[in-house]
């Protein structure tokens, strides 16, 4: 089916405009859960052992807003360029689940914390902008699992450790046109989210979910076809996978002359489609009012404002950024500003780059006047290929260090030829592996490169010598040859000689030509130090 | 020897502090009082007599350390230290019981303290049991509890109203000097009137809820039940203030007055000036001509002590009970919903999740909750929410103006009947909750408003209690104290205030009908 689901979507496409809705639930990054003073560190915890009277729904307990978690949606708010009204409110969203201890959800219906934002992010068709409906905040149910009784029968446990922790809900307007800016939109929204510090957002730990409102209508008309929700996609794929499937359904059902029902619908990985969880006739009457045990929260203009202005540079600008300013590739400005940890790496890097220290390690004596500003496009190098390389190799959820002011003495190091490209990156790999500084790595492993004229005079001298074919060759017009001499002299330096160096040494004797020899890109190399 | 359960709390508390008595001698005279007549009367569901006699020990002990350490530490203990109080069965106390008066939460023990009770504690008042009360506090009459009605002190066969009945009557028989219930539209006001004893309903957010068993989260508030004004404010001091864990309690200070009211002449004395409304919407048609008797004659009393007492209008008054209707059950519908046997309290049905919750609230709700979840679904389902939620809500609005309008205009505060009856027989509104939901006419507006509301005794309808409802501005629970300790002060000398209530004999009797035997017998017509 997979596999020919694309082109009939496709085909389904040529007929058909798919409208797109995504609501999006994240858990914010809270020390303590929405309504109680209850840690939400309960991540591996005993069932059951994060929560209190006000998360168990007890009798006579109350609910307390939880300030910090009413900062990030503003955050969100904020980041999302959403509008935030002066009084926003509470409301009970009523339905009876037994992961629901209180009967209700303690929700916004009305009155959201944010409303009216977008978000910009690039597709393979170019970059799109999404409107967002809004940004509210609630309190997360708690978990059921299914097990086997003692008594060999099915069981139903209730774990209320997750049970009211905070839970930012984030509406799209229907804008979204395609399973792949569904996808992407998503992807862009976790990356806005974490590099805010809103959520950890991640999707397979269920600290962040995707749900999408699909519907289709005949190309080129206005009204909205019957729209279709759809659940449990667990990952990126799954949400552009799910999407694309309900696209195709829906197109072969309308084809079909068939009426589509107002359905809610679960995503099977294994499967590849979709299935109906709920249809419409059981819809809930939510019976939403407003909380009454909360009175309505006035944000002060000066705190909104705060919160503007302590927002980092957001995924968006920065891309911008290290493109117009720093010269980077789309590419990399993507995939450098696309990933927390890359971007971390990447500005400290850079930082301390202009810092003597960056020098330091491998060089104690260069003068200040030569610390100049990495280059950017080989520190977008590093991180993108070797760090980001180096994390994805290691096991999933494996934490690697890199010190920025060790990456930033290998890059000028390889940079300015003291070590090769390849000692580097196993200095990188020791460096990430151990914590041991770049210097030692080199010392210890003996990875210094020799720049040295006298060092590599000495060994091209005899490489010379003893290879009086290969000197023939060269002065009878093969300039090849220069590169078998080269080879000789790496061998007889260990490779720890500068190769460009003693080529160049090597023409200048063969030549005659008194040419210097200068290591890498030119900087001075009087300071340069023996292996 | 006087009779110690005839003392105010702020008598005891001398007592106490004197040496004269000891709170284990307070406590086990009152817990006698209490076990033998409980038989008759019903007011309590639980009676702790262990926990009491550990409590009144241990403030004892608080008391001896403080007398040691001199004046001035005996000064620092709050009036209610050592002395007896009740709690309606609907305030959270670690490791006891809070049923709320129904069968859905049998055998539910709290695992905390509401916070009232942890201020009561910290005072080192010494609590006897807990009290009966209608189911959830949804009743006028304490008969819709599912542990069967509670009698008035003043006669057997009549209720004591609720829904804080038990708490009103365990203060009106002398088996504690103050009590603790809520009022969600008259439930500590009218039980006040129909017992003779004091009631007060403090302004909105003054005292915190948590820890108390949710009714209607935008009305209900907890009160003191006392036999007098300076007692009812010594209760309210130690219960008040802002609490963090509720939301809605406000941050205004508590008056260090309220444990040291005026004396009754300078109370006398204060009424003269004083500006009082009488809201003509509250003389109801049908109105008992005793209780309109007693109330006028009241307030010739104040007006003879020099209080100026205009009649006023609070033109809203007749759509209060209609609008009170659908904002009470409408939060009550959504408070309720916990109860559903999955962490507590009985779990009945199959195992099938519907099936368990149809079982489980089908059996463990009373009738009458069961009517005001209707009533609140319905107010708040698709289609109907702007016709009767909302539309409810900008009455209440309304309401409150009123009010608003009378305090721009100077009033310190309103007179008016707390009910328009004395106390009625069992059954007798049983079978028409409108007329039940009627007797709460006068009181729920003032829920409505958010406002302190207060009942004091005003004299005998046919040799039962009638009550005097004063209403205050927000947080003007001060000038109602002033109001009714002046109005104590100048009816002090009068007849009825001598009166005990009249059925204390009988009550004593081990061989008199139980509350519920009283009840089914005159449902079945065998008693006149």
């Known amino acids: 089916m997979s596999a020919t689901a694309p082109s009939r979507l496709e085909t389904v496409l040529e007929r058909y405009e798919p409208v797109i809705g995504i609501e999006v639930h994240c858990q914010l990054r809270t020390v303590s859960k929405m309504f109680c003073g209850c840690s939400t560190a309960y991540d591996g915890a005993a069932p059951n052992t994060h929560c209190c009277p006000v998360c168990l729904g007890l009798p006579g307990a109350l609910p307390t807003i939880n300030r910090r978690a009413v900062e990030l949606v503003l955050r969100a708010g904020a980041a999302i360029e959403g509008t935030t009204p002066p009084v926003t409110r509470w409301d009970r969203k009523n339905y009876f689940y037994p992961d629901l201890p209180k009967g209700y959800q303690i929700s916004q219906f009305d009155l959201p914390l944010a409303a009216d934002g977008r978000l910009t992010f690039d597709t393979s068709l170019g970059p799109v902008t999404i409107g967002i409906r809004r940004a509210h905040l609630e309190e997360d149910t708690a978990k059921l699992i299914h097990a086997e009784g003692t008594d060999g029968g099915r069981v139903s446990l209730v774990d209320f450790n997750r049970s009211g922790a905070p839970l930012m809900e984030i509406v799209t307007e229907p804008d979204v046109r395609s399973a792949e800016q569904a996808r992407r939109y998503a992807e862009e929204l976790q990356l806005l989210l974490r590099s805010i510090g809103v959520s950890d957002a991640d999707m397979e730990r269920g600290q962040m979910r995707v749900e999408a409102n699909v519907s289709l209508r005949p190309v080129g008309t206005e009204p909205f076809g019957t729209r279709v929700e759809v659940k449990n996609m667990n990952s990126f794929r799954s949400v552009e996978r799910a999407i694309e499937f309900e696209i195709v359904r829906q197109g072969a059902a309308l084809d079909a002359g068939e009426r589509l029902t107002q359905d809610t619908r679960g995503w099977s990985d294994d499967r590849g489609e979709t299935y109906v969880m709920r249809s419409k006739e059981d819809s809930h009457d939510y019976r939403y009012f407003p909380e009454p045990d909360l009175p309505p929260l006035r944000v002060d203009p000066a705190w909104l404002a705060e919160i503007r202005a302590g927002l980092p540079e957001l995924p968006a600008a920065r891309r911008v950024r290290y493109q117009a300013e720093l010269g980077l590739s789309a590419y990399d400005a993507g995939v450098v500003a696309g990933d927390a940890g890359a971007t971390a790496l990447f500005e400290a890097t850079m930082d301390a780059g202009r810092s003597l220290d960056s020098v330091r390690p491998l060089d104690a004596v260069r003068p200040l006047d030569a610390v100049r500003p990495l280059d950017a496009k080989q520190v977008a190098n590093w991180v993108t290929v070797d760090y980001l390389g180096l994390r994805n190799a290691g096991a999933t959820g494996s934490a690697i260090t890199v010190d920025p002011a060790q990456l930033a003495a290998i890059v000028r190091a390889v940079g300015e030829g003291a070590v090769t490209r390849a000692q580097g990156r196993q200095v990188l790999a020791e460096h990430a592996e151990t914590g041991a500084s770049a210097a030692a790595i080199v010392d210890a492993r003996g990875f210094r490169q020799i720049s040295d004229a006298g060092a590599i005079g000495a060994a091209v001298d005899a490489v010379i010598a003893a290879n009086p074919a290969a000197v023939a060759d060269y002065r009878a017009g093969k300039a090849q040859a220069v590169g078998f001499l080269v080879g000789q002299v790496m061998k007889s330096t260990k490779g720890q000689a500068n190769a460009a160096a003693a080529g160049a040494a090597i023409r200048e004797r063969l030549d005659g030509a008194p040419e210097a020899a200068t290591p890498g890109d030119g900087a001075p190399s009087g300071g340069a130090v023996e292996g | ?528």
């Open chain 2, 1 to 528: 020897m006087t009779d110690l359960t005839r003392l105010t709390a702020l008598q005891q508390a001398g007592l106490l502090r004197s040496g004269e008595v000891s709170s284990r001698e307070l406590a086990a005279t009152h817990l006698d009082a209490a076990q033998r007549q409980n038989h008759a009367l019903n007011a309590w569901l639980v009676i702790d007599r262990r926990g009491a006699l550990e409590q009144a020990d241990a403030a004892d002990a608080r008391i001896a350390a403080a007398r040691a350490e001199g004046p001035a530490a005996l000064d620092a203990l709050h009036p209610l230290a050592g002395v007896p109080i009740a709690l309606k069965d609907l305030v959270s106390v670690r490791g006891g019981q809070a049923t709320a008066g129904s069968k859905i939460l049998e055998g539910y023990r709290a695992p905390y303290d509401a916070h009232i009770t942890g201020r009561l504690k910290d005072a080192g008042a010494v609590i006897l049991g807990k009290t009966n009360m209608d189911e959830f506090a949804m009743g006028s009459s304490t008969e819709h509890s599912a542990y069967g009605p509670t009698a008035n002190p003043w006669a057997l066969d009549r209720v004591p109203g609720g829904s804080s009945g038990g708490s009103a009557a365990s203060v009106a028989a002398y088996h504690v000097p103050v009590s603790i219930g809520t009022d969600t539209g008259g439930s500590i006001r009218q039980p006040a009137a129909l017992c003779g004893i004091v009631g007060l309903k403090p302004t909105y957010g003054r005292v915190s809820r948590y820890g108390i068993i949710a009714f209607a989260s935008s009305l209900d508030q907890v009160g003191p039940f006392a036999r007098d004004t300076r007692d009812a404010a010594a209760l309210l001091h130690a219960v008040a203030g802002r609490d963090e864990r509720d939301s809605t309690s406000a941050p205004i200070p508590v008056p260090d007055a309220w444990r040291a009211l005026p004396a009754p002449d300078q109370a006398a004395a204060s009424l003269k000036g004083r500006r009082l409304g009488l809201p003509r919407e509250y003389f109801l048609d049908g109105m008992e001509p005793g209780v309109e008797a007693r109330v006028r004659e009241a307030v010739r009393a104040l007006e003879d002590a020099g209080a100026i007492v205009e009649e006023v209008s609070l033109p809203h008054t007749e759509y209060g009970l209609a609008t009170y209707y659908i904002v009470a059950p409408a939060e009550a519908s959504a408070n309720l919903a916990r109860y559903d046997g999955v962490r507590f309290g009985p779990r009945l049905g199959d195992g099938d999740v519907l099936a368990n919750y149809l079982a489980t609230r089908g059996q463990g709700f009373g009738p009458e909750v069961k009517r005001r979840i209707m009533l609140g679904t319905y107010a708040l389902s698709a289609g109907y929410y702007d016709a009767f939620y909302l539309k409810a809500q900008k009455v209440r609005t309304l309401i409150k103006a009123d009010f608003d309008a009378l305090w721009a205009q100077g009033f310190d505060a309103l007179v008016a009947p707390t009910t328009s009856g004395v106390a009625f027989r069992f059954g007798e509104k049983m079978a028409d909750p409108v007329a039940m939901y009627l007797s709460d006419a006068c009181t729920l507006p003032v829920n409505m408003a958010g406002l302190p509301g207060m009942s004091i005794p005003c004299g005998l309808s046919d040799g039962l209690p009638v009550g005097l409802q004063l209403i205050g501005a927000p947080w003007a629970e001060t000038g109602l104290f002033e109001l009714a300790c002046g109005y104590e002060a100048i009816t002090a000398d009068a007849p009825w205030r001598a009166i005990e209530p009249t059925a204390l004999a009988q009550a004593d009797d081990p061989a008199m009908p139980t509350p519920r035997q009283r009840a089914a017998a005159l449902a079945a017509g065998l008693v006149g």
